[in-house]
């Protein structure tokens, strides 16, 4: 297997160029998936990624890939889902000889591949991986230099640790859109109550909240109930704009 370029060295990935002309993470990690195929010429390449204890293929290339990787996940053991869990990086020199997991190497060797490896990618995140390249001939990635490879595998990493966090901040928006509607509905309810009764805010926020208590149903929804009576049309809620550029 060749991962050398040029004079004998390995050229730093175009990770920028590849960020800039893709839209999301899965375009990203097939632009990977796709150079390490061209790196190694190996018969299939696969990017696993496990989350909650749900491994899944999320781009390949090649046809080995797919069926390898998802006998694995119907085991839920073998060099990928190793590789991802541990956070080492796990060589097969010959499925022939291998006696690690199960019926998985028969399988594999049956289907003409002998030889695998699989570096990890996003360990110790919530979320897991590898990203695992399968070799016809045995004793493919023994010797191997792995340096343009493990730079794949970080940019990988790379690109899930930046996703995670962009879908972080989203959640977190979403719980700050439903908390300010939330107080602008609750809000409303108590300038009703303290016009009706000619209370302070604190007096007015105890009887709204005695009263969900007494319904058994949440304080909005007791407001929003109340809000609605009064006025014939649901109560209006701001929402969370982002700041403008």
């Known amino acids: 297997m060749n991962t050398e370029r040029g004079e004998n060295a390995y050229d730093p990935v175009p990770v920028t160029e590849w960020l800039l002309a893709t839209e999301s993470v899965e375009d990203f990690l097939q632009i990977l998936a796709d150079a390490a195929m061209e790196l190694t010429r190996v018969e299939g390449i696969g990017v696993t990624i496990e989350r909650d ?3 899944l293929t999320v781009v390949s290339a090649g046809p080995a890939a797919p069926a390898l990787d998802e006998k694995q996940y119907g085991q839920d053991d073998g060099p990928c889902l190793q590789a991802g869990r541990t956070g080492e990086e796990i060589v097969v020199d010959d499925m022939l000889g291998e006696t690690r997991w199960g019926d998985y190497p028969a399988f594999a060797a049956a289907l003409g591949i002998r030889s695998s490896l699989s ?30 490879l493990r ?8 690109a899930i640790k930046l996703a995670q966090r962009m879908a972080d901040n989203q959640a977190f928006a979403v719980q700050m859109q439903t908390a300010m509607q939330s107080r602008a509905v609750i809000d409303q309810a108590l300038g009703v109550v303290m016009a009706q009764r000619r209370c302070t805010a604190d007096i007015a926020f105890g009887i709204l909240r005695s009263a969900s208590q007494h319904r058994n149903i949440k304080l ?23 700041r403008p550029e």
């Open 151 to 158: 730079s794949l595998a970080a940019q990988a990493t790379g």
């Open 53 to 55: 204890h749900r491994p």
């Open 119 to 148: 570096l990890p990618i996003a360990d110790r995140t919530e979320t897991v991986g590898a990203l695992n390249l399968y070799a016809g001939p045995p004793g493919t990635f023994g010797t191997t230099d792995r340096t343009a």
């Open 220 to 242: 909005r929804d007791l407001c929003t109930e109340m809000i609605t009576k009064l006025t014939g049309q649901p109560p209006s809620v701001p929402e969370l704009r982002s």
